[in-house]
């Protein structure tokens, strides 16, 4: 059948595209572009002036050319000419033009501009029509400049056409969209919300999709408009189908406007009115009951309609999570598309039963449809809809079912589509460790992770298994066990070789009782896997053999054998060449003792505080090193068999929850650091032998003393080193030279400043620091202190700088940090001394270091005593080292923000507090704080908008705390009501008190 | 709605509306993209997709795709009806469309979309309205020349597919 051109054809344009169409190749098809182009360019730039019919022909040959995908950068004056042309035809092509191929050239937006203007005032509805779609689709800042006041009066002025007040409406949501600060809310707006009562279907919902948008960024201006929707969507649900006329859509009525209605309702809050929401939860019912009744049509129009105001429904009945009758009712509906034969809607069931599992009323009305669930992820032949089963049983995990679920994700896994492995596997490790009751359990299914799916474990995970073996020895053995088993296999992925050499490494030793996995045969079986892996493997197995060799001394010849090896010690890749040298020489000069103490079991993690210093702190008597061995030995009591996972996992290991933001969270990647060449000096060596994330805490702690302090005697160590027989418990292979870097670092407990009256402590700029890290901390008229700090983790470094404002020296100059009891156990703070003496004018910097050990609410006092003239000077200033410092934002969506919201439900997990604002409501400052504070920022996750989401994972170096928080800010009445929840009581109190101070 | 597409099961794309600013490397980056991916899936599979932060809905009608893109919040199942009845308001003012009349008109096509959509929302949801808007500009036009209709020699080899009905298959 031919095509037929219904109004006014253009011919020649006819022509072309058939000459288009019939083109054999690429080229033949520029070819004939090019052509055109030319002709056109000649036409345009001709002595004869072009008729409008002509103009308009050549204006949709260029942007025929221009949708085919090739440039145009000419014609856009012809087509601003059209705008002004008299007969319609030719007015809309020259928009269609400038809608499509919009320029920012300025001259032509003004000319653009000018044209719209006088159509929008020609009181001529068509024109007006085609000047408001232009803006809308063009959509510029220039646009919305220049008709920000015009449109919104078109819309409500009484005697505009109801085909104008559409665009007109939408017209403005497109601007709003675009340029929301140009767009000024005003006296319209009222009557904007009263466009909901409209006779006219068609302005209802153009009128309410503005709404929405409106709605969304000022909720209070927009309120009034909850009982009108809500009136209105009681008119459309209780009609005949007929009544709505051509609104009525294959015997549904209004569906679009229905949608939208209730969509606009998911903006606010359920009404506080009883009769508004006695109606609303009256058409939530109807709309619930017509899903049970039979189709009014077999089309699939039909029942899509009617689905989709019943999935709007169900949003809104969600979104509100307050009536557990509707929340039952709609998670027994989608129970029944779970098993609909329309693919679209099993999809869209398993999607929107994913907000409902972590509804509190319905958790559990899911979780009956599990076996379904399972069912389509083994069943359903779309890898779309398959991927929401995934969700799904993701979402409807607890500790009661995550064995089974877990089991099922895993054997999907095997079969699953590449493309969401990732995801699948990174949901497996999550759960795993989320609900791990036994840890055996959760050591089997990692290394099934890696068995099955190896490429697609990132990092984190495989990290995060050894970080859980290494802190808990009873899994230690199992773990030992399970890998040499698991390596036993002919091909095993890199992963578990990465896995397996490092668990051997510290804990072979469980096993090698064993004459099946006696030390030779675990060497062995690494070894054979050595030449298949990766320069990082190959890394990391290295390692593993030197552990080895302190592990078991009967080992040690054949190790040194293959070590020194031509393919190790000359081995073309740099590191590998250095471990090699250096694992070689290491273990042939140094003694036993020496071995024992560079190889020893890797320390409870985290490790991501300083190594040196956690080494260090270890070393440092029996009073914090049984701190760790207590808490331990107490965990492994405490462990055995109980499947109280929390009390389990109080002190070194992070509760469930921030176990779980840490990984997702991803410590920094630790891969090998280029580094320079060494020299050849094996005193060197210690420094750099292992990847840092492994071994480097070890390697590098214990020798460290031997060259730091020695080659580079700084006066403020020694200076420090004053009290040497502290330490008497110190281990033999210290030497004195480590004892005294020891007691650097224990410097950091009080000492009261030197024969002085304590002055009072100064706090008055204490609270500006909370939320960011730079500024004036202190200045009167001698001295001005400055502050310079950066944190990450739970270590933190802290500049002050103290600024001489006199031309006078500053004599006996000095400065300490105080931490008072309960602190000093909470917070170590490491000061470098300063100078004696500043100069007049001059700045003297002092560096502390501040490592954080567990949650804390006091902060530290920095003392300051000089002498200016003939007098001393005493001045103590509260130092703004506060909890929320050891932040690391977490992103999270809303979904899982809710679910962690709800599992920190119990009483003392949550402060709220409710206070005055000090400032003004600024949104953009409000955000800026919260993100200052630590959190990460969450958009969209709160359905009202006004209010702020964070969340983040306050780091110690003996445990981990999530937390959420959420700030609602009340305009009208300036009030703030703030709301903490962690996993502490403590914490929640702390960062509550100190957040709420600043606004 | 972020966007909607049309294009043939050849992959030509033959509609493009955008109701976010992009650059034109982006559309197509992203037109490239999704052509890909929705040609790739076989026939009874779900009419939605995840795609980037967007939910995909398409159908195919006959030889051509109409492919939306939406935003998390919106629904899947009114948005697949908004497809249907662009298709509608195409085959009534067409009389029985098929992807030739898309190709050849369509200046027509974007403009019978502008009515019916206006910045990626519902404007006008009546067929009888959204007609009537649009014959009336047909009326406003000189009635002058150039009512011409094709005719087969025009159109070219090849034309079976493109010349089915939408609403045939």
């Not at chain 1, 000018?114 to 085609?130: V, W, Y």
């Not at chain 1, 497109?174 to 006219?200: A, C, F, K, Y």
């Not at chain 1, 009681?234 to 051509?246: F, G, H, K, N």
């Not at chain 1, 404002?805 to 105080?818: E, H, M, P, R």
Request: aromatic share 8%; glycine share 4%.
């Amino acid at each position: 059948m031919p095509a037929v051109s219904k109004g006014d054809g253009m011919r020649g344009l006819a022509v072309f595209i058939s000459d288009i169409r019939n083109c054999k190749s690429k080229e033949a098809e520029i070819k004939r572009i090019n052509k055109e182009l030319a002709n056109i360019r000649s036409k345009f730039k001709g002595d004869k002036a072009l008729d409008g019919y002509s103009k308009k022909k050549y204006v949709c040959k260029l942007l025929f050319i221009f949708l085919l995908g090739h440039d145009i950068d000419f014609g856009h004056m012809e087509a601003v000419n059209l705008l002004s042309s008299n007969k319609y035809t030719e007015k809309q092509i020259g928009y269609l033009f400038i809608s499509v191929l919009v320029n920012s050239n300025s001259d032509l937006i003004r000319l653009i501009n000018n044209a719209i203007k006088n159509d929008l005032s020609s009181r001529n509805p068509t024109f007006m029509n085609l000047a408001l779609h232009c803006i809308a689709n063009v959509g510029s800042r220039e646009m919305a400049e220049a008709f920000a006041a015009d449109v919104p009066r078109i819309l409500v002025a009484g005697d505009t056409m109801d085909s104008v007040k559409q665009s007109a409406a939408l017209c403005l949501l497109r601007l709003n969209r675009t340029s929301p600060d140009l767009i000024p809310m005003g006296e319209w707006t009222s009557r904007v919300v009263h466009l909901l009562n409209d006779q006219h279907l068609g302005v209802v919902t153009a009128a309410t999709s503005l709404i929405i948008t409106l709605a969304q960024k000022n909720p209070d201006d927009f309120k009034t408009s909850v009982s009108l929707a809500v009136a209105r969507l009681s008119r459309i649900v209780t009609s005949a189908s007929t009544d709505l006329q051509d609104y009525t859509y294959y015997f549904v009525a209004a569906p679009w406007l229905s949608v939208k209605l209730l969509r606009l309702l998911q903006c606010y809050p359920p009404p506080e009115d009883a009769a508004i929401r006695g109606r609303l939860t009256e058409c939530l019912e109807t709309i619930l009951n017509k899903a049970q009744e039979p189709p009014k049509s077999k089309k699939v129009q039909h029942s899509n309609a009617k689905n989709a105001v019943l999935f709007e429904a169900i949003s809104l009945i969600i979104h509100h999570d307050s009536e557990p009758t509707l929340l039952v009712r709609a998670c027994n509906q989608l129970g029944q598309f779970l098993q609909h034969r329309e693919t679209n809607l099993r999809y869209l069931a398993l999607e929107s039963m994913c907000t409902l599992a972590s509804s509190e009323f319905s958790h559990e009305a899911v979780k009956t449809h599990i076996e379904t669930v399972i069912n389509a992820l083994k069943t359903e032949r779309d890898v779309s809809v398959r991927q929401r089963a995934v969700d799904l049983l993701y979402a409807m995990c607890d500790r009661s079912n995550a064995k089974q679920i877990v089991a099922e994700m895993l054997s999907y896994l095997e079969t699953a589509d590449y493309s969401i492995r990732e995801e699948i596997v990174l949901k497996v490790a999550i759960l795993a460790e989320k609900y791990a009751v036994e840890y055996t359990w959760y050591v089997d299914t990692i290394l099934n992770l890696i068995r099955i799916a190896g490429d697609y474990v990132s990092e984190e995970v495989w990290y995060r298994v050894i970080q859980i073996v290494i802190n808990r020895d009873d899994v230690q053995g199992y773990a030992a066990k399970t890998v040499f088993e698991a390596l036993q296999a002919p091909a095993c992925h890199e992963n578990l070789v990465k896995v397996g050499g490092y668990i051997l490494g510290e804990f072979g030793n469980l096993i090698a009782g064993d004459p099946r996995s006696s030390p030779l045969i675990q060497f062995n079986l690494l070894h054979s896997k050595f030449h298949l892996c990766s320069v990082p493997t190959r890394a990391l197995l290295l390692s593993a053999y030197v552990k080895f060799i302190n592990l078991f001394p009967e080992v040690k010849g054949t190790i040194q054998e293959v070590l020194r090896s031509d393919s190790q010690l000359r081995n073309a890749d740099v590191e590998l060449q250095q471990r090699a040298v250096e694992y070689l020489r290491l273990s042939c000069i140094a003694s036993t003792d020496i071995l024992a103490t560079v190889l020893e079991e890797m320390p409870p993690f985290p490790e991501r505080e300083s190594s040196i210093l956690a080494k260090l702190k270890k070393k440092k008597g029996s009073g914090t090193v049984s701190d760790v061995e207590d808490t331990r030995k107490e965990r492994n009591t405490n462990v055995n068999g109980s499947t109280d996972h929390t009390t389990a996992t109080t002190n070194t290991k992070p509760s469930p929850s921030s176990f779980v933001s840490d990984l997702l969270a991803a410590a920094p990647p630790p891969t090998n650091r280029p580094r320079p060449v060494p020299s050849s000096s094996i005193l060197h060596m210690p420094l750099s032998p292992l990847s840092p994330q492994a071994y480097a805490v070890h390697s590098a702690a214990p020798l460290t003393p031997f060259y730091q302090v020695t080659s580079s005697p700084s006066s403020d160590l020694l200076g420090l080193g004053n009290s040497s027989a502290v330490n008497s418990g110190s281990p033999p292979a210290a030497s004195n030279a480590a004892s005294l870097l020891v007691d650097v670092f224990s410097e950091s407990l009080p000492v009261a400043p030197l024969g002085t009256a304590s002055a009072p402590i100064i706090e008055e700029n204490f609270s500006r620091f909370v939320c960011k890290n730079n500024g004036v901390l202190y200045e009167n008229q001698l001295l001005q202190i400055g502050l310079k700090s950066e944190f990450r983790q739970n270590l933190g470094r802290m500049y002050v700088f103290y600024g001489n404002k006199t031309s006078t020296q500053f004599l006996n100059f000095s400065a300490s940090v105080v931490c008072h009891e309960p602190l000093n156990a909470q917070l170590n703070v490491h000061t470098k001394t300063a100078d004696p003496v500043v100069d007049g004018g001059a700045q003297l910097q002092q560096i502390l270091n501040i490592e954080c050990l567990s949650d804390f609410v006091e902060a530290p006092v920095l003392n300051i005593n000089f002498r200016y003239g003939g007098s001393v000077q005493n001045i103590a200033v509260r130092l703004p080292v506060t909890l929320n410092k050891f932040f690391q934002p977490t992103e999270m969506m809303s979904q899982d923000f809710f679910q962690r919201w709800k599992q920190l439900s119990d009483p003392q997990q949550e402060v709220q507090k409710i206070f005055k604002a000090k400032h003004s409501m600024d949104t953009e400052i409000t955000k800026a704080k919260i993100i200052g504070f630590g959190t990460a920022l969450l958009d969209g996750v709160d359905p009202n908008p006004s209010n702020f989401v964070g969340a983040g994972v306050i780091h110690t170096k003996t445990i981990q705390v999530g937390c959420l928080l959420r700030l609602e800010p009340n305009t009208q009445a300036q009030m703030y009501r703030l709301t903490l929840r962690t996993s502490r009581g403590s914490v929640s109190q702390r960062l509550c008190d100190l957040l709420s101070e600043q606004f | 709605m972020q966007f909607m597409l049309l294009f043939s099961r050849q992959g030509k794309l033959r509609l493009q509306k955008w109701y976010v600013p992009l650059s034109d490397k982006e559309k197509k980056k992203i037109t490239r993209e999704l052509v890909q991916t929705v040609l790739a899936r076989k026939p009874k599979m779900c009419s939605f997709l995840e795609w980037r932060d967007l939910k995909i809905v398409y159908k195919r009608y006959a030889s051509l795709y109409f492919c939306c893109a939406i935003e998390d919040q919106d629904n899947e199942l009114i948005t697949l009806e908004i497809i249907h009845r662009y298709v509608e308001l195409l085959d009534k003012y067409f009389g029985s469309v098929c992807e030739l009349d898309i190709i050849f008109n369509f200046e027509k096509a974007y403009f019978i979309l502008d009515e019916f959509l206006l910045g990626g929302e519902a404007q006008e949801t009546s067929k009888k309205n959204v007609l009537k808007a649009i014959e009336q500009a047909d009326l406003l036009q000189e009635n002058l020349d150039f009512q011409i209709r094709l005719f087969p020699g025009v159109l070219g080899p090849n034309v079976s597919a493109e010349s089915s009905g939408l609403f045939q298959s």
